[in-house]
């Protein structure tokens, strides 16, 4: 079973950036399609990238407008979310999240349910 710890959050001004790491441990990283997701306060959770077991594939949701990277380093067990232009609808808590994957399944994954393992989440607070 892996176990997921998300860092990197903070308190940042409008137009900064962040890096966010996800660093696996209990499992080889590399058998899992990894997904960030965020939640704001009163809000649901809601899918922000996902990123295939060999980090070929991504997707996005529509509302980053291309600010946000999803990247992943299968030798270090890290997989990371770069944010740029933060603005302050940014804050939220961000979690990563991983779904155990065939090799032979290349695809990434969206949908919260489609994810079995969580991290504790990394706050995010952007100040305008």
């Known amino acids: 079973q892996v176990h997921l710890v998300e860092s990197g959050g903070g308190l940042v001004q409008a137009g900064g950036s962040l890096r966010l790491s996800c660093s696996a441990s209990?499992?080889?990283?590399?058998?899992?399609?990894m997904g960030w997701f965020r939640q704001a306060p009163g809000k649901e959770r809601e899918f922000v990238a996902a990123?295939?077991?060999?980090?070929?594939?991504?997707s996005y949701a529509d509302s980053m407008n291309g600010r946000f990277a999803i990247t992943r380093d299968n030798a270090k067990n890290t997989v990371f979310l770069q944010i740029n232009s933060l603005e302050p609808e940014d804050t939220a808590v961000y979690y990563c999240?991983?779904?155990?994957?065939?090799?032979?399944?290349?695809?990434?994954?969206?949908?919260?349910?489609?994810?079995?393992?969580w991290g504790q989440g990394t706050q995010v607070t952007v100040s305008s």
């Open positions: 999240a991983a779904r155990w994957v065939a090799y032979s399944d290349t695809g990434y994954y969206m949908g919260k349910s489609h994810y079995a393992y």
């Open positions: 209990g499992g080889t990283l590399s058998r899992y399609a």
């Open positions: 990123i295939s077991w060999s980090g070929r594939r991504t």
